[in-house]
């Protein structure tokens, strides 16, 4: 097996780089793309030979950027998705190759992925493998055989927030399996940390979780369950906003902007 890691960069910290070229001791080729903004000052980014650089002097979305390390995936077997705030070790990524490794070449296998520690509740590794509906971008090893020949891409209509649920969907359409296999363990932050335990997100962040919730469910589903799904599930999101996120105005504000856009078929980046 030939293994790639894709991680995408947005304005990294020095620290951040330096955790990330840690990952060649575990692939056999790490892809960079850097979505960070043109005036930024980017820290010393690595030269081995098993890294590669990706950019296009623009933010361009997850979507896009996956896709394009993709196309330079041809010759492995399985692709790593990270971004810089992933903090898997080298121990814990072997576990997940390890499995993979023992897995039939014949395999319906789409997606393996380790388990998600966001740090909010005791766990304990275990040798369960876990076939589940959804797993989150970070940590996946994708079956690139599989994208190959079933000609997958990560719809670029998402820009960010949703696109890892939709890959999920396409793949288990498909007819394929994924995993989360409890023995390797990614540790992972979502959002800001908020004195009540739950994460907290800016306004744009808001803006791309309603717009793309609505394309979302529109896509995979149909009838009384899409309505259902889009109408408690703005109220749950609208009542987190107004229980525990700050700036409340601005991220209402953006609510609106967000379903004015999906309706006018805007979709991607926020223009």
Known sequence: MKYAAGVILYNPT??????????EESFDAIFLFDNSEPTYQKPDYPHHTKFHLLEENANKGLSYAFNKIIEHC????YLCTLDQDSIYTKE?????RTYLDKMPISSNIGIVAPFVDYGTKPFTPSDEAEHVDFVITSGSFVNLTMVRERNISFDENYFIDRVDADLCKEVKALGYEIIMYHKSVLQQRLGEEMAHSRSSHNSLRHYYMFRNRLYFNNKWYRG????????????KHLNMILWYETDKPKKLKAFIEAFNDYRNNKLGKKI
């Open 14 to 23: 020095q620290e951040q780089i330096d955790r990330i070229c840690k990952l």
């Open 74 to 77: 041809g010759e492995y077997d």
């Open 92 to 96: 814990e990524i072997c576990k997940l």
């Open 224 to 235: 009384p369950k899409k309505w259902f799904l889009n109408v408690a599930q703005t109220i």
